[in-house]
C-alpha cells in the first residue's frame, strides 16, 4: 500500500553542519510530496513542497528535489541553526480519489550551539 | 487571516468517557481533516471532510467519529474512551478547487489525556 519511509532520529547535529534527511515514498500514480515540520508545543506547518517530477522545493534554507525515478524527496540544508531542532516530516498526497496526506514517522533534529 | 483553530487544546478524561474536539478550518477552506499523533505511532489519518461528507476514512473503529457542518467547522467523537486513545489530535484544513495544491494547514491540536 501507499507509505512514506523517512530515517530514523533523533538526528543530532552541530550549529552549521550540513543536515541531509532521507526519505522515500511507495504511491500510486503521481503525488504532491512535501516536508513538514513540527516545532516544540505546536501543530505542523509546511516546510516546502513539490508538485511534479525534478521540481526543487525550497524554503528558509531547506531544499527537497522530487526524484520520481527512485522515489525519493530527500530535505537537505547547507548549514544548520539551533532553531531548526524539530521534527521534520515527509509526506505525499495524491491529488485523485479525495483528500489523504500520507505521513512519514518524523525525524526529530536537535542542533547544539 | 485567521489560522486554524482547535478546543479545546487540553483535557483529561477517563476510562469510558467520551469526548468532542472541535475545529474552525481557515476561511475559505471546505476541507478539513483529523490526525492522531503518538509518539509511537506518529501521524495517523482519522478521516478527512468535505462540504459535510466524509471521503476518506483511516484505520479506526467505530467508536472514532467526526462530522462537518454548513459552516466547514468540523468535530470529531472518541466514545467509551481507552487509555490508548491518549495523543494528539490535530485538525488541518485545506482549499479545494482550481488553486488546490495539497497543502494543509494545521491547527495546534488538542491533547488528550485519558485517565
Known amino acids: 500500500g501507499d507509505s512514506v519511509t523517512q530515517m530514523e532520529g533523533p538526528v543530532t547535529l552541530s550549529e552549521e553542519a550540513f543536515l541531509t534527511i532521507n526519505c522515500t515514498y511507495t504511491?500510486?500514480?503521481?503525488?504532491?510530496l512535501f516536508w513538514y515540520v513540527q516545532y516544540p508545543g505546536e501543530g505542523l506547518q509546511l516546510l516546502l513542497k513539490?508538485?511534479?517530477?525534478?521540481d526543487k522545493g525550497s524554503n528558509k534554507g531547506f531544499e527537497a528535489t522530487y526524484r520520481k525515478e527512485t522515489t525519493s524527496f530527500h530535505l537537505e540544508k547547507g548549514s544548520v541553526q539551533v532553531s531548526d531542532s524539530a521534527v521534520y516530516f515527509c509526506?505525499?498526497?495524491?491529488?485523485?480519489?479525495?483528500?489523504?496526506?500520507?505521513f512519514g514517522a518524523g525525524t526529530r533534529l536537535f542542533v547544539k550551539a | 487571516k485567521a489560522g486554524v483553530t482547535q478546543t479545546p487544546r487540553y483535557l483529561i478524561k477517563t476510562r469510558g468517557q467520551q469526548v468532542t474536539l472541535s475545529c474552525s478550518p481557515i476561511?475559505?477552506?471546505?476541507?478539513v481533516s483529523w490526525y492522531q499523533q503518538t509518539p509511537g505511532q506518529g501521524l495517523q489519518f482519522l478521516f478527512e471532510?468535505?462540504?459535510?461528507?466524509?471521503?476518506n476514512k483511516g484505520n479506526f473503529p467505530g467508536r472514532f467519529s467526526g462530522r462537518q457542518f454548513s459552516n466547514s467547522r468540523s468535530e470529531m467523537n472518541v466514545s467509551t474512551l481507552e487509555l490508548g486513545d491518549s495523543a494528539l489530535y490535530l485538525c488541518?484544513?485545506?482549499?479545494?478547487?482550481?488553486?488546490?495544491?495539497?497543502?494543509?494547514?494545521f491547527g495546534e491540536g488538542s491533547r488528550l489525556t485519558v485517565l
Open positions: 476561511s475559505g477552506h471546505r476541507s
Open positions: 504511491a500510486t500514480g503521481y503525488p504532491s
Open positions: 488541518a484544513s485545506s482549499l479545494i478547487g482550481g488553486q488546490n495544491t495539497g497543502e494543509l494547514f
Open positions: 509526506a505525499y498526497s495524491p491529488l485523485t480519489g479525495g483528500f489523504k496526506t500520507i
Open positions: 513539490a508538485t511534479k517530477a525534478d
Open positions: 471532510y468535505f462540504s459535510e461528507t466524509q471521503r
